[in-house]
């Protein structure tokens, strides 16, 4: 981790490698560690994202973290839209101008059609969760698995030049510190934000969930973070979780 310093604190934690930072994270959290412990790996050895999948990243290029958060959790689905808005808010400072990040409907954010970086909340019980965050800060296009090489990308490939890890991470850090307020005190003001940075409403969508493919037009962020998408028969059908693919527009 020699391009990743930052300041000595007791609720930091570096890690040369773990099984996964969430992993590592939740055992914390279930032994009374307080919201914002961190956790940061330069090397997952089973990172993991949404439904099950397999996060990719080489070891001493990206950030791996994950966070201890503490409050409440009636509103756990907007967890991971404040999540995003920081990190989309951390990336923007990194990339040209002419080049803006979006969000993706729940958890990615998306450069130019290129994933950049995912987020997966967990609750560990009724006082605690745990906020993944995974970013592709200097990976190389020959780093990703060949099926990956077309929807990620990293910072680095997009601004043209190598980002300081620990720049990005403690930028990140505040942003999230920011972001994690208007979700414990103005979560409509959050998920007007949201609605206002998220590139998959307005688009046609086609959703997987257990048993049924939904398909339509992905129209609005209800107040609990939900995906309100009006299927092919105009009814408004709101999804909590899934696997929303965005479709091409029709011609």
């Not at 099950?52 to 756990?76: C, D, E, F, I, K």
């Not at 605690?128 to 965050?133: Q, T």
Request: contains cysteine; charged residues 25%.
């Amino acid at each position: 981790m020699n391009d990743l310093r930052l300041p000595a604190s007791p609720r930091v934690i570096l890690m040369r490698s773990t099984t996964s930072t969430n992993d590592e994270a939740r055992r914390l959290a279930g032994q009374g560690a307080p919201d914002g412990t961190t956790v940061i790996a330069d090397f997952q050895t089973r990172g993991r994202g949404r439904l099950g999948r397999t996060w990719h990243a080489p070891a001493g290029r990206n950030l791996n973290m994950s966070q201890v958060v503490r409050g409440r959790h009636g509103s756990l689905g907007l967890l991971p839209m404040a999540a995003g808005l920081a990190v989309q808010a951390t990336i923007g400072r990194f990339l040209p101008y002419t080049l803006a990040a979006s969000l993706k409907w729940p958890n990615d954010v998306i450069v130019m059609g290129f994933k950049l970086a995912g987020i997966l909340a967990e609750i560990v019980d009724d006082h605690a969760a745990v906020l993944g965050i995974g970013v592709n800060i200097n990976t190389r296009a020959s780093d990703f698995p060949t099926s990956l090489r077309r929807p990620a990308a990293s910072v680095m490939m997009l601004a043209g030049r190598r980002t300081n890890r620990s720049v990005f991470t403690l930028l990140l850090l505040e942003e999230l510190d920011r972001y994690k307020r208007l979700w414990q005190t103005e979560s409509a003001k959050l998920v007007r934000l949201y609605t206002r940075r998220c590139g998959t409403l307005g688009k046609s969508v086609s959703v997987n969930l257990p048993g049924e493919r939904i398909e339509g037009t992905a129209i609005s962020i209800d107040p609990d973070g939900a995906l309100v998408v009006r299927d092919e028969a105009g009814n408004d059908r709101r999804i909590l979780a899934g696997d929303v693919v965005e479709r091409p527009a029709r011609k």
